[in-house]
């Protein structure tokens, strides 16, 4: 969701003459006045207006209203020191039981290829939060993630540690976008969280070659590949038949995105929404500064 103010249609204003009015006059007055104008069915999807409206008919988005009664969101209402601790007050309102977001957690994370500068964008899960930045897990071997951020060995990547995450929490009408560069966390830190998936989550780690093709198996006219990542768990789970601590993949781990901008975003009505951005600012042998902005909608 682009957090920006577009102009999608506009309304055509007809003066009307005291004298009666020619009928082809009124039928042009009328489609012109029209909001959405009849389409030629080439768009299978136009002006959808949300899961409660008929699919088929186009219609005006909602608006967003949960933060008119309070006056939106203000520079006063933010930390003026540091993103993260703000993403930290965010993250704990929409952790609330009775806010009706289900996982917070949930963001999408996007990385570019260089040097063709092709984006690609996945959903994926914040699991830690700390002073330095924002933390996922993933495969690090063969993922389209992986050559993104640290390039390819047939050399189609070169590697590109930028990468951002969206956080969208629509009953809250917020999100908030992080830009920053890639690194990845040490073997002792993964192993740490590694620790805490369930036993089946650990061997899947260990059996999925992320992003790889799964070729059916030609002796099973039904298989669409499927069997072959069973194959791959069965041998899994014999490689650690017996073993409680499961070792974490050297191809898998932690990646933490160190933010150098971060943006929170809290939806007004008419699009008209309220932007603040943190940029960071590098300080010569001291403690970095973030800098704190309104943008405009």
């Known amino acids: 969701m682009r957090a920006s103010c577009r102009c999608l249609f506009s309304i055509s204003a007809v003066t009307l003459r005291p004298k009666p009015l020619d009928p082809r006059v009124a039928t042009f007055a009328t489609k012109t006045m029209a909001l959405h104008p009849a389409q030629d069915g080439a768009k299978l999807i136009f002006a959808p207006a949300g899961a409660s409206a008929d699919p088929s008919a186009p219609g005006q988005a909602a608006q967003f209203l949960k933060a008119e009664t309070r006056g939106g969101l203000r520079r006063s209402d933010l930390d003026p020191d540091s993103p993260i601790t703000q993403f930290h007050k965010w993250f704990t309102d929409a952790s609330r039981p009775e806010t009706g977001v289900s996982h917070p957690e949930t963001c999408t994370l996007s990385t570019a290829q260089l040097p063709s500068g092709r984006v690609s964008a996945r959903m994926v899960y914040m699991k830690e939060l700390d002073p330095k930045g924002f933390v996922i897990y993933s495969n690090f071997g063969t993922s389209g993630k992986a050559r993104d951020l640290f390039g390819s060995e047939d050399g189609s990547s070169t590697g590109n540690p930028w990468a951002s995450l969206v956080f969208w929490w629509e009953p809250l009408e917020r999100q908030v976008r992080v830009e920053g560069r890639a690194e990845r966390l040490t073997t002792e830190e993964s192993q740490a969280y590694f620790d805490t998936r369930v036993r089946g989550s650990r061997l899947g780690a260990w059996s999925s070659k992320q992003s790889a093709i799964l070729h059916p198996d030609p002796a099973n ?24 601590r499961i070792p974490v993949p050297e191809f898998w781990g932690g990646l933490r995105i160190v933010p150098e901008r971060v943006e929170f975003w809290q939806g007004r009505q008419n699009r008209l929404h309220d932007r603040f951005v943190y940029d960071r600012v590098r300080q010569d042998g001291g403690e970095d500064k973030w800098t704190l902005e309104r943008l405009s909608p």
């Open 221 to 244: 006219p039904d298989d669409d590949g499927r069997s072959q990542l069973d194959k791959w768990v069965k041998e899994s789970e014999q490689r650690f038949e017996g073993e409680e």
